[in-house]
């Protein structure tokens, strides 16, 4: 299993930017599928964007396109995701994650990472 550790959030106000890093160690990362979640307070969480082994395909939540883009580079052992004319219901605890196979269940899961947009 690969071992995941997010960073980059914040607080921003509706409309601006963040870009979100997930960090990880422990066997090849190029092995792995690689997604974010989130978890709005009181929800549950939801999917918000994957990318394949080899970046080569992306997939996104429907309320994300055009805003979001997830991005990968193998070499560093990094997924981003870039957040664009961020909302206030995109408050909520975004979550890193990484599966071997599609389909397949998500079963390696980083410690999350707080992002509040204000309005």
């Known amino acids: 299993q690969v071992q995941l550790v997010e960073s980059g959030g914040g607080l921003v106000q509706a409309g601006g930017s963040l870009r979100l890093s997930c960090a990880t160690s422990?066997?090849?990362?190029?092995?792995?599928?690689m997604g974010w979640f989130r978890q709005a307070p009181g929800k549950e969480r939801e999917f918000v964007a994957e990318?394949?082994?080899?970046?080569?395909?992306?997939y996104y939540a429907d309320t994300e396109k055009g805003r979001f883009t997830i991005s990968r580079d193998n070499a560093k052992n990094t997924v981003w995701l870039q957040m664009n004319s961020l909302k206030p219901e995109d408050t909520a605890v975004y979550y890193c994650?990484?599966?071997?196979?599609?389909?397949?269940?998500?079963?390696?899961w980083g410690q999350g990472t707080q992002v509040t947009v204000s309005s």
């Open positions: 994650a990484a599966r071997g196979y599609r389909p397949g269940p998500w079963n390696c």
């Open positions: 422990g066997r090849a990362f190029s092995n792995y599928h």
């Open positions: 990318i394949t082994r080899s970046g080569g395909d992306t």
